[in-house]
Each structure stands twice: as structure tokens, then as C-alpha cells.
T-cell receptor, first 113, second 113 residues
């Protein structure tokens, strides 16, 4: 059972380039999340989705877009990367019930130069 | 808006001694509280959660957490620390009025032999 899989694991971008991070889960979870982790800042929610075809903004959505065309996939896009977006990105998924824990992927380390 | 505070960036404890990692929260409605652990270059792993009922929750690897509604706290504890417990610990909250899962800034636990 793969759980939550993130692609790619590492990436270096030049300022202004675009890229898409892919998150795939095989647990039939309704909810999916994208977080960024920065030193001293903990995990901050970028966007999340409560179901196929729906997305919502989190705490730090600016500069990112997301799509959830299939229940098992949640894509995070950077249209024009900036050095401030250098971070480790984590995807997570959970069942709909409020009392269920989220499962995390292994992370994507992104550097924007 | 909901929030989580972990007031200590780092907690140092000697092996065999009890440990406490502090967490306080703010959320509308009933809280659903979670603790996660992160080892270097890994994703977050679920440790335990509070839903309703007993204020003392037992989880993985001998960890437990005490929920205190009046103090809006959910401190993580372990009676006897191991060197292998050294990691980054995150507290998270979800309220029954919303869908976001909000994390604290994290606390680094260092257990010395």
C-alpha cells in the first residue's frame, strides 16, 4: 500500500519558471492538503480540497494554484516561481470525518534560485 | 481563525527522564487534536489524537497526551524518554466548524544519553 506519494522529491527552479507538484493517494480519502514547511514556521496550509472538483485557500495561498480533477490526485502549481517559495512541500490526505488523522507524503524539496 | 502554539522551540531531556512537549490551541467549537512526529528528511507520522472522552490519550511508542479544556492545552508526555525519541514534534487542531487542519510551529526534542 503506497499511501501518499509525492512527485518529484527534489527540484531546482530558476526565478520565473513554472512547475507542478503531484500528490497521489490510494486510500480513497476525501480530503487532501498542501503544506509548506519552513524553519521556525512549522507547517502552513497553502490550499486544500474536500472532494473531487473542489478546492479552497489555506493560510498562505498567494503564488500557488491547485486542481483536484480526480479524487486520488491533488496538484500544486507554481506559475512563476520566486525565491520566497523555496521550501519543503508536503501533501496530506484524510477521510472526511473531523476526528480522523491525516497521512503525509515524504515531501518535495524545492529550491528557487 | 484557529491556531496552535508550541511555546518551546526545543526541549532537552536526559534518557530515562520524563518528557513534556507543550501545546495550546484556539478553535471554534469542539477541538480535534493531534500529535505528529517528524524524523530527519521524512514526512510526518501520526502519534495520537484526542476526540472526546478521556482526557488522557495513549498513542504510539509509549507517548500519551493530556487534554485540558479549561487551559485549551494538549501537552504530549512520555514517562521515560529514549534517545530514539529525538525528533521534531508537531501539534495540530481541527475544529468541528471547519475543514482546515492547522499545525503549530513544532518543537525539537533532544534526548541525551
Amino acid at each position: 500500500n503506497a499511501g501518499v506519494t509525492q512527485t518529484p522529491k527534489f527540484r531546482v527552479l530558476k526565478t520565473g519558471q513554472s512547475m507542478t507538484l503531484l500528490c497521489a493517494q490510494d486510500m480513497n480519502h476525501e480530503y487532501m492538503y498542501w503544506y509548506r514547511q519552513d524553519p521556525g514556521m512549522g507547517l502552513r496550509l497553502i490550499h486544500y480540497s474536500v472532494g473531487e472538483g473542489t478546492t479552497a485557500k489555506g493560510e498562505v495561498p498567494d503564488g500557488y494554484n491547485v486542481s483536484r480533477l480526480k479524487k486520488q490526485n491533488f496538484l500544486l502549481g507554481l506559475e512563476s516561481a520566486a525565491p520566497s517559495q523555496t521550501s519543503v512541500y508536503f501533501c496530506a490526505s484524510s477521510y472526511r470525518a473531523k476526528n480522523t488523522e491525516a497521512f503525509f507524503g515524504q515531501g518535495t524539496r524545492l529550491t528557487v534560485v | 481563525a484557529q491556531s496552535v502554539a508550541q511555546p518551546e522551540d526545543q526541549v532537552n531531556v536526559a534518557e530515562g527522564n520524563p518528557l513534556t512537549v507543550k501545546c495550546t490551541y484556539s478553535v471554534s467549537g469542539n477541538p480535534y487534536l493531534f500529535w505528529y512526529v517528524q524524523y530527519p528528511n521524512r514526512g510526518l507520522q501520526f502519534l495520537l489524537k484526542y476526540i472526546t472522552g478521556d482526557n488522557l490519550v495513549k498513542g504510539s511508542y509509549g507517548f500519551e497526551a493530556e487534554f485540558n479544556k479549561s487551559q485549551t492545552s494538549f501537552h504530549l508526555k512520555k514517562p521515560s524518554a529514549l534517545v530514539s525519541d529525538s525528533a521534531l514534534y508537531f501539534c495540530a487542531v481541527r475544529g468541528d466548524a471547519g475543514n482546515m487542519l492547522t499545525f503549530g510551529g513544532g518543537t525539537r526534542l533532544m534526548v541525551k544519553p
